[in-house]
């Protein structure tokens, strides 16, 4: 799960919510920061976080089961104690969360419509927190050298030109490539995916065809030197033969000289 603390969750709900507008959202804002004020009134439709991690490995493990989980299977499967599980069970079906169906095998655990609704709600909240997490996070990956293409590609002079044209500098032959973790690389993803990115077109020529990249402004400086930053430019080559993990970067400046690294160094980047 995502490491971010409560304070930080509210304070940017409520910094987003200006833009992102989500009548789910302020339901569970309300319910939240009334919480320590002597008048507070629970909202019976709120769903704690010991309820919605409930229903989360309900259904996520009636997935994994052939679609079906019964109290007995949940307590095989979490590290939780059965008493806490069965008090979990009876809170979600009081608030008609889940039903347990006492046919077939007997004790099925469904989740109702509400149910799913209720996950779907943090679904949302967990996707506003990801993209704005996605822009503005530190990602940092590990150097490492490729397959010495990269120069061939970017002194291309129709990729050439538009690297000046549009994102204003003209890089140095070749790619520095970095390696992300899985985890954090789906989170980049999330940036790419939605938000704006410079297009740079693709073209054919001498008998074959460039693919079109896509590229996002990044600050990068070494992990162990914050004071050592860079502009350049993150690439998103459609073509690529990298795997999604590996990212290639752009800069004017010869970074493995400039930041004195070499294969295994530590490398970060921000979007700009
Ligand atoms: C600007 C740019 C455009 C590229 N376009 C293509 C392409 O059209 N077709 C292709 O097979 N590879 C393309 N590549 C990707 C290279 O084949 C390769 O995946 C990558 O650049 C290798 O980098 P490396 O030598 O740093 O490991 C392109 C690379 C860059 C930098
Ligand atoms: N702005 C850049 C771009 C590439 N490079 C490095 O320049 C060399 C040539 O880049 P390349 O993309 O042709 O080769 P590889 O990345 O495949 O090794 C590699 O060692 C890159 O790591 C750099 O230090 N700074």
Redesign the pocket.
């Given at each position: 799960m995502m490491n971010i603390d409560k304070k930080n969750v509210i304070d940017s709900y409520s910094k987003m919510s200006y833009f992102m507008w989500n009548e789910n959202i302020l339901i569970v804002l309300m319910s939240d920061r009334n919480e320590n004020s002597s008048n507070y009134v629970p909202d019976e439709r709120f769903v704690g976080e010991k309820e919605w991690f409930f229903l989360l490995w309900i259904s996520y493990h009636k997935m994994q089961n052939n679609g079906t989980i019964s109290t007995p299977d949940l307590c095989k499967i979490l590290p939780i104690s059965q008493q806490t599980i069965s008090r979990r069970i009876l809170e979600l079906e009081e608030k008609k969360l889940i039903i347990r169906n006492f046919e077939g095998r007997g004790g099925e655990l469904e989740l109702t419509t509400e149910g799913y609704a209720q996950l779907n709600n943090i679904y949302e909240q967990l996707k506003i927190i990801s993209l704005k997490a996605s822009n503005e996070t530190t990602y940092c990956g590990t150097l490492l050298?490729?397959?010495?293409?990269?120069?061939?590609?970017?002194k291309?002079p129709q990729?050439l030109e538009q690297?000046y044209k549009k994102i204003g500098f003209f890089p140095y032959f070749?790619?520095?490539?970095l390696k992300l973790s899985p985890t954090m690389d789906n989170l980049l993803q999330n940036y790419i995916n939605n938000y704006p990115t410079i297009i740079?077109d693709?073209f054919v020529g001498e008998s074959?065809?460039?693919?079109e990249?896509k590229c996002v402004k990044v600050q990068m400086w070494p992990r162990n030197n914050v004071h050592n930053q860079v502009s350049g430019a993150l690439?998103k080559?459609?073509?690529?033969?990298?795997k999604s993990h590996?990212l290639?970067f752009?800069s004017e400046q010869y970074l493995r000289d400039f930041f004195k690294i070499e294969d295994g160094s530590k490398i970060c980047f921000k979007f700009i």
């Open positions: 050298s490729g397959m010495g293409e990269g120069a061939h590609y970017i291309h990729y690297f070749g790619t520095l490539n740079i693709g074959r065809t460039y693919g990249v690439l080559i459609q073509r690529t033969s990298h590996i290639e752009i």
